[in-house]
């Protein structure tokens, strides 16, 4: 089975800053990996997926994420935030298949001001 | 190309009662996945269903059961209601890319 970690909990930042969240996972045999941003009271929206090729993958909204196979990560990072990018963000990975997702705890990015 | 649509938005049912929510899939996917996501937490996988068939499941018990439908729309059927099972139940479609889309959720309360 496959597992995600989710290094922090909460991570603020400030406005026009940059940031990375941080994501570790176990797993077997090789995997694709997920990153989505969940907005309160909504469902989930895909930010930037990894199945296979370039190792960094570029997403929605100036979002990117590295693969790193020896580290077993996919950080997320964005290089200027805005105060709209305040929610919380989960990695997810899955094998294929008939597995679904597994998802981390998330992550909740706090933008000051 | 529509988006994944979830129904009811909100409901609240007693413990032991039955619950069934309904969801449909993005033009085009086949496959239809369903998480429960507890408060604070990361969505957890109920199961898959793929071509009307459940071909994927989680670690959940019986009682939550599921169809899917020859249009591709499914149903999430929960027996025996507990009040652990209060939760945003969230439903995913996907195609060949393994891009899932997910729907905005159902807020489940059980009292």
């Known amino acids: 089975a496959q597992s995600v970690t989710q290094l922090d909990s909460q991570v603020p930042v400030f406005e026009e800053a940059p940031v990375e969240l941080r994501c570790n996972y176990s797993?077997?045999?090789?995997?694709?990996l997920f990153w989505y941003v969940q907005y309160p009271n909504q469902g989930l929206q895909l930010l930037l997926k990894?199945?296979?090729?370039?190792?960094l993958v570029k997403g929605i909204n100036g979002f990117e994420a590295e693969f790193n196979k020896s580290q077993t990560s996919f950080h997320l990072r964005k290089p200027s935030v805005h105060i709209s990018d305040t929610a919380e963000y989960f990695c997810?990975?899955?094998?294929?298949?008939?597995?679904?997702?597994?998802f981390g705890k998330g992550t909740h990015l706090i933008i000051q001001p | 190309e529509t988006g994944v649509t979830q129904s009811p938005t909100h409901l609240i049912k007693t413990r032991g009662q039955q619950v069934t929510l309904r969801c449909s899939s993005q033009?085009?996917?086949?496959?239809v996945s369903w998480y429960q996501q507890a408060l604070g937490q990361g969505p957890q996988f109920i199961f898959q269903?793929?071509?009307?068939?459940?071909?994927g499941r989680g670690n959940f018990p019986p009682r939550f059961s599921g169809l899917q439908f020859p249009n591709y729309s499914s149903e999430l059927n929960v027996n025996a209601l507990e009040l652990d099972d209060s939760a945003l139940y969230l439903c995913?479609?996907?195609?060949?890319?393994?891009?899932?889309?997910f729907g905005s959720g159902t807020r489940l309360t059980v009292v």
């Open positions: 995913a479609s996907s195609g060949i890319n393994y891009g899932y889309t």
């Open positions: 797993s077997s045999v090789s995997v694709y």
């Open positions: 990894y199945l296979s090729g370039s190792t």
């Open positions: 997810a990975v899955s094998r294929g298949g008939a597995d679904g997702l597994t």
């Open positions: 033009s085009g996917h086949n496959t």
């Open positions: 269903y793929y071509r009307e068939e459940e071909n």
